[in-house]
């Protein structure tokens, strides 16, 4: 299968603060990509996509950002409450419309 | 509206063993996929199906395959198993073929499966 990484990068937030979670994607020509977020005995759940002619998007709470330039995405999530711990993965659909995961970033919202 | 249903939740067999997965998708969607997830190799696609035909296959060996039905319901299949096939198999769906951009693949909470 395709690798997506052995690591799970930890980010620690304090209850209330803003979180970014950071995300740089393989495929140059990626049109599409989606932000989801899993919690613990749960399958992914969609948060916020974004299309490649956009390079910002807002949803409740969350904001995506898109540099074509770096093939970097980021979710920012505003005022992160404790329901917001979880692993977090983008994806991206690449030319061959298979959807490529991320490694993940887990999310721990200290109270 | 009901979410993408996958039974069963969890599945114990033996090396060499067959199984098979199930996944119901989300009223009115017609594309599904599975994937594979394990702590070493994250998120691996599998296969998408539309319309009952397989559109298209991630690099998993033979022994994985999948099926849709008339009503989109899919199955998967692993047949001689092996201890790395360890892992979450999760479902998803979506309203039109992957690279048909009109929303986003929504998934089921998976068959956590343990080979023996």
């Known amino acids: 299968g395709e690798s997506v990484g052995l690591h799970l990068p930890t980010l620690s937030v304090q209850e209330g603060d803003n979180s970014i979670i950071n995300c740089a994607y393989s495929?140059?020509?990626?049109?599409?990509f989606i932000w989801y977020k899993q919690e613990s005995g749960k399958g992914p759940q969609f948060i916020i996509d974004?299309?490649?002619?956009?390079d910002k998007r807002q949803g409740q709470r969350v904001t995506v950002l898109l540099n074509k330039t770096v093939k970097h995405l980021s979710l920012q999530i505003a005022a992160t409450q404790p329901g917001d711990s979880a692993v977090y993965f983008c994806?991206?659909?690449?030319?061959?419309?298979?959807?490529?995961f991320g490694g993940g970033t887990r999310v721990l919202v200290k109270p | 509206k009901a979410g993408v249903t996958q039974t069963p939740r969890y599945l114990i067999k033996t090396r060499g063993q067959q199984v098979t997965l199930s996944c119901s998708p989300i009223?009115?969607?017609?594309?599904v996929s599975w994937y594979q997830q394990t702590p070493g190799q994250g998120l691996q696609f599998l296969f998408e199906?539309?319309?009952?035909?397989?559109?298209n296959k991630g690099n998993f060996p033979g022994r994985f395959s999948g099926r849709q039905f008339s009503n989109s319901r899919s199955e998967m299949n692993v047949s001689t198993l092996e201890l790395g096939d360890s892992a979450l198999y999760l479902c998803?769906?979506?309203?039109?073929?992957?690279?048909?951009?009109?929303?986003?693949?929504?998934f089921g909470d998976g068959t956590r499966l343990s080979i023996l």
């Open positions: 974004i299309r490649s002619n956009m």
């Open positions: 998803a769906s979506s309203l039109a073929p992957l690279g048909r951009v009109v929303g986003p693949q929504h």
């Open positions: 495929n140059s020509a990626s049109d599409y």
């Open positions: 009223s009115g969607h017609r594309s």
């Open positions: 994806a991206e659909m690449n030319p061959g419309n298979k959807l490529t």
């Open positions: 199906y539309f319309s009952e035909t397989q559109r």
